[in-house]
């Protein structure tokens, strides 16, 4: 089969593409053991930092990267899967500590997969991909703490990404007047054709605020965090509720109690690695009933499995918008 395969010698990193054999690949992925014959994978954040070697995601080489991956089950030692099952695997580790989804092929646990929903194909799975179902994740957040629709506006930073691409067209969707926040002035008629009502330009979040500002948010789905989450905090509304799932512009976050303590506004984090499985089956079940496909396929495009080598160096320098589909067999 062939892979991504990343190694690192000494400090000498290399990402290739390479021929991997089936030996090879039964003996780095033991004790999984659902054998994914994979049709689709795609490249997030994670996946470009990883490809390289930007920041420490590989905790483990060699290793075939790939957090996401969509496919059909071939073999199976795990009695909840046989041959033939149509499947998606999102996080656990894959990709950073168990060999990944971009080849061909692909050994996991039982435990970390998903039946696919019958209404959603393989590609369309991995158009959505760990982005769009963390902002499935996000959207849920803030329902769970009463953010409805007609409460007010609703922000999403970091728009023309991948999770911000999914939760405009999900919120609007869901009838929510979406606020989109991007750094990309071109882009703002692609934002409005997923849903956004507006767009502002992220230098109005992104730079140093004050820790209680006016209130304008009645939710925020934020993938940026430092700066931009603080401020977005500042600006929630008295009983409004940030979802966190990112960090494009930095792991800080310098921001004050304020607004949790004198607006009783909610920070929830959204983490999608580790969610448990009856959270992401909802996830999975509602991006089946409530995603518009046209507009999934407005925010997609299609490379073969050595494109992702060069999409990885474009998604880190911001250049990708909404996502990117890997055909791992072409």
Request: with cysteine; charged share 20%.
């Amino acid at each position: 089969m062939r892979a991504i395969y990343l190694s690192k010698d000494n400090e000498q990193f290399s990402a290739q593409l390479r021929e991997i054999g089936a030996d090879e690949l039964a003996a780095a992925t033991a004790p999984a053991n659902v054998t994914v014959a994979v049709d689709y994978s795609t490249v997030n954040y994670k996946d470009g930092l990883a490809i390289t070697n930007k920041s420490p995601v590989v905790r483990k080489w060699p290793m075939v990267p790939g957090i996401d991956a969509a496919g059909t089950v071939v073999a199976s030692g795990d009695p909840r899967y046989q041959p033939g099952d149509a499947v998606v695997l999102n996080g656990w580790g894959v990709g950073e500590t168990h060999w990944g989804g971009l080849a061909q092929q692909a050994i996991f646990k039982g435990d970390w997969l998903v039946r696919l929903p019958a209404s959603i194909t393989a590609r369309q799975a991995m158009a959505v991909g760990t982005a769009g179902y963390t902002a499935m994740l996000c959207v849920m957040a803030l329902q769970d703490h009463g953010v409805v629709p007609g409460a007010g506006e609703v922000l999403v930073t970091g728009a023309t990404g991948g999770v911000g691409s999914v939760a405009v067209a999900l919120l609007s969707q869901l009838g929510y007047s979406v606020v989109a926040s991007t750094g990309k002035a071109t882009e703002a008629d692609y934002l409005r054709r997923l849903g956004a009502a507006s767009v502002i330009d992220r230098a109005e979040l992104s730079a140093p605020g004050k820790p209680l500002q006016k209130e304008r948010w009645a939710g925020v789905v934020d993938s940026v965090g430092s700066h931009t989450l603080a401020n977005a905090c500042a600006q929630t509304r008295y009983g409004g509720t940030v979802a966190a799932c990112g960090l494009a512009q930095g792991m800080d976050l310098t921001a004050s109690v304020a607004p949790f303590i004198l607006r009783g506004v909610t920070l929830a984090g959204v983490d999608s690695v580790m969610c448990p499985q009856p959270r992401r089956q909802q996830a999975w079940q509602r991006l089946a009933a409530e995603l518009d496909r046209r507009k999934l396929d407005a925010m997609t495009r299609e490379v073969p499995l050595a494109g992702a080598l060069e999409v990885a160096r474009e998604i880190l320098a911001g250049q990708v918008r909404g996502r990117v589909v890997v055909n791992v067999n072409a």
